[in-house]
């Protein structure tokens, strides 16, 4: 066989080869794609049957599917949100059946179970705290009026005893009844002396009854506060870890750039981009629904993806220019795209530090 006719078999076995490794690698991202949207599938059908912890488990599952944790975040948030919610609703039915309905008020009011339409239990739960705060109504209405009757009957009581201790004094002096009368007289006062002592007990153990009441309730509401405090935490979080997420993005377009590799770098751009828009977007949503106090850093999260995205758009424009990296445009998009950054970096770790100042 000539060298000829050995290079040509060569060449033939060689393209066989290759054909079966791109057709395997092919049938194996199929395979990986079924999987990664039979997983997602599962996350929602388990979000809408009410099976938050079932979904959190299909959302762990699906991290080795994807390939960063923000594309599952926001799912994340929401499955932990619900099972929150659920767990509150569990224990606010416990509480009414036990006619505690301070406790239903404080653990449903502020809770994603009368908040979020699409929990499991949304009507239920919404019914119930509507029944609680009408039960409330009436126990502090009783209450009150118990309260108002005791001291009443405690006035009148008193009126009464110091009538008693006048005629009982008149009796004695002008000695003109008889000792049965006055005995009988001397009877009346001191049942009238009893009567008024149980009745200013009997007033200062509903008083205090009420005051435990209170602070049972405040503890109730600064846990619920708490705990919302706690969820916002959470999700703010996540948006600053997607920016950083983005930074490192940058961080490597900019070295692509320096190497004129423009197309890597514009690869490293749309990926940061994509992150600073998803949070940019969801930050502003999580800005609407929140309370004035906690605007302030739903803002900075904000102001740091607008200030993100003016340095995507510098590096982008640096990019066209990327042969002439001494030219005045390309240092002058490369200086806006620095400093841009710069004021991002240092929103984002104002926000970082608040949530770890603020977490337990």
């Known amino acids: 066989m000539d060298v000829m006719t050995r290079n040509i078999i060569i060449t033939i076995t060689a393209g066989f080869v290759v054909t079966f490794m791109v057709a395997a690698l092919g049938v194996h991202a199929l395979l990986g794609e079924y999987a990664l949207q039979t997983m997602r599938k599962d996350v929602q059908a388990a979000l809408e049957n009410g099976d938050y912890a079932a979904a959190l488990g299909h959302l762990r599952d699906l991290e080795g599917y994807v390939d960063t944790d923000t594309e599952i975040e926001g799912e994340r948030a929401r499955a932990t ?33 009368v908040h979020n339409e699409s929990f499991i239990y949304y009507n239920e739960a919404v019914t119930l705290l509507a029944f609680a705060e009408k039960r409330i109504v009436a126990l502090e209405d009783s209450n009150a009026n118990e309260i108002a009757g005791l001291e009443k009957n405690t006035a009148k009581e008193k009126k009464r005893s110091t009538s ?48 435990e009441e209170q602070q049972k309730v405040a503890a109730l509401a600064e846990q619920a506060a708490r705990e919302k405090l ?28 320096k190497q004129k590799k423009d197309v890597s770098a514009l690869l490293y751009i749309s990926q940061a981009k994509t992150l600073f828009d998803d949070v940019y977007g969801k930050t502003v949503g999580l800005r609407d629904r929140s309370e004035d106090s906690k605007k302030e850093w739903t803002e900075r999260v904000i102001s740091a993806s607008k200030e993100f995205l003016a340095t995507v758009k510098n590096l982008r424009n640096s990019v066209i220019v990327i042969e002439d990296q001494d030219g005045e445009e390309f240092k002058t998009f490369s200086k806006n795209a620095e400093n841009a950054r710069n004021r991002a970096d240092a929103l984002v770790l104002e926000v970082q530090t608040f949530i770890d100042q603020n977490k337990k």
């Open 81 to 113: 949100a619900l099972l929150v919610a659920a767990a509150n609703y569990e224990k606010a039915k416990i509480a009414a059946d036990s006619g505690e309905w301070f406790d239903v008020r404080a653990l449903l009011r502020d809770s994603d179970a």
């Open 230 to 257: 706690e969820k916002f935490l959470n999700e703010i979080n996540v948006y600053v870890a997607s920016l950083r997420d983005g930074a490192s993005y940058i961080v490597l377009a900019e070295g692509e750039i």
């Open 164 to 211: 008693l201790q006048s005629k009982l004094q008149t009796t004695i002096k002008e000695k003109n009844e008889t000792t049965n009368v006055l005995d009988s007289t001397k009877q009346m006062l001191e049942k009238s002396n009893r009567k008024i002592t149980e009745t200013e007990a009997e007033i200062e153990r509903k008083k205090q009854l009420l005051l």
